[in-house]
């Protein structure tokens, strides 16, 4: 895709920006709802209806009733799932359509077909259920719901799990391989019931009796700004500040989420910020525009990133600016709405009804 921000607004100010932001949300009043995740600028979330993981976005896009305009502030597979979401006749626009998610790029659909065509000699889809994780193309989540599987979140991964261990034997689980694998731990599966596909090579690079003995197919997709945090960023952050509380995100390797104080998805963290006591220190293992977020709105709390070692920012969530809100939000009649065509529309309803369903 190509897109050229028009020069008018790269070279606005902030202040100009923020005024025509603000001016273009009074004109639309209610039939306009910005939808932030937690990882966007703070300028951005500044303009936010709503601030979320991309579980509670989709809830929230969910229930939308009055907006007809709804303008995600995050990357692609989230607005995909809003369109998917929302009535027809609203249109879901990604502020920067350039903003994508190298972890759901990981697992390409023909990768996944293939993989799913050698499953069949092990029982296919009468053994295993599909799980992909949020952070996936629409065609990916498609081929969940067709197979009777779910979506799942960092909020909501174990629960996803108990529900697909309810009705099938075996899990094939996309692409997140550290939340599948924290998952699974969390369950209390050993390691050689959880097997790592690696989709470059034949057979996932698995022997058949790999396959027969997991529990779980885990994709071998990471997220590259998660497993930047090592075992040895948790032991220096103890060793600097012992009283440190630390919480870690489940995308981060199963080595740092077994040392961290707390393990959890991003609204978690979010919580555990705001409920902890005055004075409390906390380092965490997450992306870094929301550390330092928490540390701004919580002054009496001294909030610290992991590891000052890595920089640990999404690239494809900073793509959005205050530039790019305001050409969205002004010029949204000139854009290409997010929209997912109708041929997977139905199966990816259903596995995003799914999810929603399983707390
Ligand atoms: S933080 Fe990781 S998983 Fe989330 S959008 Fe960025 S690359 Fe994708």
């Known amino acids: 895709m190509f897109f050229v921000l028009p020069k008018e607004y790269r070279e606005a100010s902030l ?9 273009a949300k009074a004109k639309l009043g209610r039939r306009l709802c910005i939808l932030t995740h937690h990882y966007q600028r703070m300028e951005v979330v500044a303009f936010g209806d709503h601030l979320g993981d991309s579980y509670g976005l989709s809830k929230i896009a969910a229930v939308q009733e009055e907006a007809d305009i709804i303008i995600f502030c995050g990357v692609h597979f989230m607005a995909e799932a809003a369109d998917i979401l929302t009535a027809r006749h609203q249109k879901v626009y990604l502020s920067n359509p350039l903003a994508g998610c190298p972890m759901a790029d990981m697992a390409d659909m023909a990768d996944v077909t293939r993989a799913w065509d050698s499953l069949k000699r092990f029982g296919g889809e009468k053994t295993f259920m599909p799980i992909s994780y949020m952070n996936t193309a629409a ?3 498609a ?10 979140t960092s909020s909501n991964a174990d629960a996803a799990l108990r529900y697909a261990f309810e009705r099938k034997e075996k899990v094939f689980f996309c692409p997140d391989r550290n939340l599948g694998q924290n998952a699974g731990i969390k369950m209390g599966l050993k390691p050689h019931e959880m097997a790592l596909w690696d989709f470059s090579r034949e057979q996932g690079g698995l022997t058949d009796e790999e396959i027969e003995r997991a529990k779980i197919i885990v994709w071998k997709g990471h997220c590259h700004v998660h497993t930047n945090f090592t075992v040895q960023h948790v032991d220096a952050m103890r060793e600097k500040h012992p009283n440190a509380q630390i919480i870690v995100h489940p995308e981060c390797i199963p080595e740092v989420v077994a040392k961290a104080d707390t393990a959890g998805s991003t609204s978690l963290i979010v919580k555990y910020c705001a409920d902890a006591p005055s004075g409390s220190t906390i380092a965490i293992g997450t992306e870094l525009n929301l550390i ?3 540390a701004h709105d919580h002054p009496d709390k001294t909030i610290l990133p992991l590891s000052e070692a890595v920089c640990p920012v999404c690239p494809n969530m900073y793509r959005t600016t205050l530039n790019c809100l305001a050409y969205c939000v002004e010029k949204f009649a000139d854009i290409e709405p997010i929209s997912v065509s109708d041929e997977l529309r139905s199966d990816v309803h259903l596995s995003l009804q799914r999810m929603l369903e399983v707390q």
């Open 139 to 141: 065609d990916l989540k």
């Open 143 to 152: 081929f969940t719901g067709k197979f009777g599987g779910l979506i799942c």
């Open 15 to 23: 202040e100009e920006l923020r005024e025509r932001v603000g001016a």
């Open 292 to 294: 330092d977020r928490l």
